[in-house]
């Protein structure tokens, strides 16, 4: 019988037909069947790590998704082109499945054992997981088949691993182990530069889908990594790339020590780049931006405080009063909705300090009372609650502002009532709730004022639910 080539000579010769764009789904389909029939002696006996990794390169370049200009729009006929990629990347995945069964079955032959198996799986285990990560979610260059290949595919890599999970994977079982983290994130460093991170399209999925599976305490191993592209992607003009970006600032944040992110003014670098985020009219991004901001706060209100910087405004006061010029504003019902949601949370964190803004917060809160802003009145709720939060934390400044406060609470509780329009009874209640809230809270700091002003209204109110409403006004001592 003619002698067996030996196998490094196969799989680099398919490697470079497959680089070479030769071959196609003919040669996978060998490729496939080569591996399921091959013996691990001869496969992985004389082979190198290096000769496999350079096919697995070949076959992750084959599958990718088209690569695109810096900052080119879409051009016609895309869509087939990501469809033809998807098959590829389904017909590549079942190599790589065919690829780790075999490294599977060559750990329990005590003649190669995990000494020859352990290297090989080095080298492969990055390509393999940032080629599964491309396919694993449904995005534009994926189908049902290439996804499903693709989760198949990253649960066999886990399992070759002897990991539990992708976390476990990426981080690590325990602190003081190395996970595949740094392996993964040294192949994407080339595609996440200034000039290249936008022409693989899948680039910044992959690595907004593989940070968040990173935590505390691991993280911060990796911030001089991971932070920069998170600036470069968070500063696109798209505003699909910002909130991307934005968003991994957020686990950035949450993740990683306070101490860590202060070094080298990392923190205040942040800051910046969310403060600049404020002008933006993009409802999804201001939210992401806010709540973000909301983490990042007391880090550098501590950092303030250790550094003996007796400044007496903090960023916390220029975001806030940023926010509330931009609400006074602001016509649209999607915006207004988000900066309610969060002003309570901004109000909370400056306490007693809110005293500072009172003047400002007042005309945004006689403003939004005023316009309802459809069935789940969420930005009502919102300025009910910042109401709330204001008098418990500045009612000594309340007593003045008594009487403009009450007129738009009545006037507000006798529109909710007066509401014939699509406005459910659950939420109908719970406004007159919070406003009742916040009358008792404003009859305690006025020691009263509030029960001899709605004497008269009780007496002439005809409606139960509003008699009730003023009545617990009353009754509360």
């Given at each position: 019988?003619?002698?067996?080539?030996?196998?490094?000579?196969?799989?680099?010769?398919s490697?470079?037909r497959?680089?070479?764009?030769?071959?196609?789904?003919?040669?996978?389909?060998d490729?496939?069947?080569?591996?399921?029939?091959?013996?691990?002696?001869?496969?992985?006996?004389?082979?190198?790590?290096?000769?496999?990794?350079?096919?697995?390169a070949?076959?992750?370049?084959?599958?990718?998704?088209?690569?695109?200009?810096?900052?080119?729009?879409?051009?016609?006929?895309?869509?087939?082109?990501?469809?033809?990629?998807?098959?590829?990347?389904?017909?590549?995945?079942?190599?790589?499945?065919?690829?780790?069964?075999?490294?599977?079955?060559?750990?329990?032959?005590?003649?190669?054992?995990?000494?020859?198996?352990?290297?090989?799986?080095?080298?492969?285990?990055?390509?393999?997981?940032?080629?599964?990560?491309?396919?694993?979610?449904?995005?534009?260059?994926?189908?049902?088949?290439?996804?499903?290949?693709?989760?198949?595919?990253?649960?066999?890599?886990?399992?070759?691993?002897?990991?539990?999970?992708?976390?476990?994977f990426?981080?690590?079982?325990?602190?003081?182990?190395?996970?595949?983290?740094?392996?993964?994130?040294?192949?994407?460093?080339?595609?996440l530069?200034?000039?290249?991170?936008?022409?693989?399209?899948?680039?910044?999925f992959?690595?907004?889908?593989?940070?968040?599976?990173?935590?505390?305490?691991?993280?911060?191993?990796?911030l001089?990594?991971?932070?920069?592209p998170?600036?470069?992607?968070?500063?696109?003009?798209?505003?699909?790339?910002?909130?991307?970006?934005?968003?991994?600032?957020?686990?950035?944040?949450?993740?990683?020590?306070?101490?860590?992110?202060?070094?080298?003014?990392?923190?205040?670098?942040?800051?910046?780049?969310?403060?600049?985020?404020?002008?933006?009219?993009?409802?999804?991004?201001?939210?992401?931006?806010?709540?973000?901001?909301?983490?990042l706060?007391?880090?550098?209100?501590?950092?303030?405080?250790?550094?003996?910087?007796?400044?007496?405004?903090?960023?916390?006061?220029?975001?806030?009063?940023?926010?509330?010029?931009?609400?006074?504003?602001?016509?649209?019902?999607?915006?207004?909705?988000?900066?309610?949601?969060?002003?309570?949370?901004?109000?909370?964190?400056l306490?007693?300090?809110?005293?500072?803004?009172l003047?400002?917060?007042?005309r945004?809160?006689?403003?939004?009372?005023?316009?309802c802003?459809?069935?789940?009145?969420?930005?009502?709720?919102?300025?009910?609650?910042?109401?709330?939060?204001?008098?418990?934390?500045?009612?000594?400044?309340?007593?003045?502002?008594?009487?403009?406060?009450?007129?738009?609470?009545?006037?507000?509780?006798?529109?909710?009532?007066?509401?014939?329009?699509?406005?459910?009874?659950?939420?109908?209640?719970?406004?007159?709730?919070?406003?009742?809230e916040?009358?008792?809270?404003?009859?305690?700091?006025?020691?009263?004022?509030?029960?001899?002003?709605?004497?008269?209204?009780?007496?002439?109110?005809?409606?139960?639910?509003?008699?009730?409403?003023?009545?617990?006004?009353?009754?509360?001592?």
């Open positions: 019988p003619p002698a067996v080539p030996p196998a490094e000579q196969v799989l680099l010769q490697g470079l497959l680089s070479r764009g030769a071959g196609g789904p003919g040669l996978l389909r490729l496939g069947a080569l591996l399921r029939a091959a013996d691990c002696r001869w496969l992985f006996g004389a082979v190198s790590p290096a000769a496999l990794g350079e096919l697995v070949a076959l992750s370049g084959y599958a990718a998704p088209q690569q695109q200009q810096q900052d080119a729009a879409e051009l016609p006929g895309r869509d087939g082109a990501h469809a033809a990629a998807a098959e590829r990347a389904a017909d590549v995945g079942s190599v790589f499945l065919q690829l780790l069964e075999k490294l599977e079955a060559a750990k329990t032959q005590e003649c190669l054992g995990i000494p020859v198996v352990g290297p090989i799986l080095c080298r492969v285990t990055g390509p393999v997981y940032i080629f599964a990560a491309t396919h694993v979610v449904e995005r534009p260059w994926t189908s049902a088949r290439s996804r499903s290949v693709a989760q198949e595919l990253l649960a066999s890599l886990v399992r070759a691993a002897g990991c539990g999970s992708v976390a476990e990426l981080r690590g079982k325990s602190e003081d182990e190395e996970g595949r983290f740094a392996a993964v994130m040294g192949l994407l460093k080339q595609q530069t200034k000039d290249t991170w936008k022409r693989n399209p899948a680039t910044k992959v690595f907004s889908w593989t940070l968040p599976h990173v935590t505390r305490p691991w993280l911060s191993h990796y001089e990594r991971v932070l920069p998170s600036l470069l992607i968070s500063d696109d003009y798209q505003e699909e790339n910002k909130i991307l970006g934005v968003r991994c600032l957020h686990h950035i944040v949450l993740n990683v020590p306070a101490a860590d992110l202060c070094q080298f003014n990392r923190a205040q670098v942040v800051y910046h780049a969310l403060y600049n985020h404020l002008y933006s009219r993009e409802a999804p991004l201001i939210q992401a931006v806010l709540l973000c901001l909301l983490d706060l007391p880090i550098l209100e501590r950092a303030r405080r250790q550094q003996k910087q007796l400044r007496p405004t903090g960023p916390c006061d220029e975001v806030l009063q940023l926010v509330l010029t931009h609400m006074e504003a602001e016509h649209r019902l999607g915006l207004r909705r988000v900066y309610a949601r969060t002003l309570p949370a901004f109000v909370q964190r306490g007693i300090l809110v005293a500072r803004h003047k400002r917060l007042e945004v809160i006689l403003g939004y009372l005023e316009v802003d459809g069935p789940e009145e969420e930005a009502r709720l919102g300025i009910l609650e910042t109401l709330r939060c204001t008098v418990e934390y500045a009612w000594p400044r309340m007593p003045c502002r008594l009487p403009v406060l009450l007129k738009a609470l009545l006037k507000m509780m006798w529109d909710v009532h007066t509401d014939q329009g699509s406005t459910p009874e659950p939420v109908k209640a719970a406004l007159l709730q919070g406003a009742t916040c009358l008792i809270l404003l009859d305690r700091c006025s020691e009263g004022q509030v029960k001899v002003l709605l004497g008269g209204v009780y007496s002439s109110c005809a409606d139960t639910r509003l008699r009730e409403c003023i009545r617990r006004v009353h009754e509360n001592t």
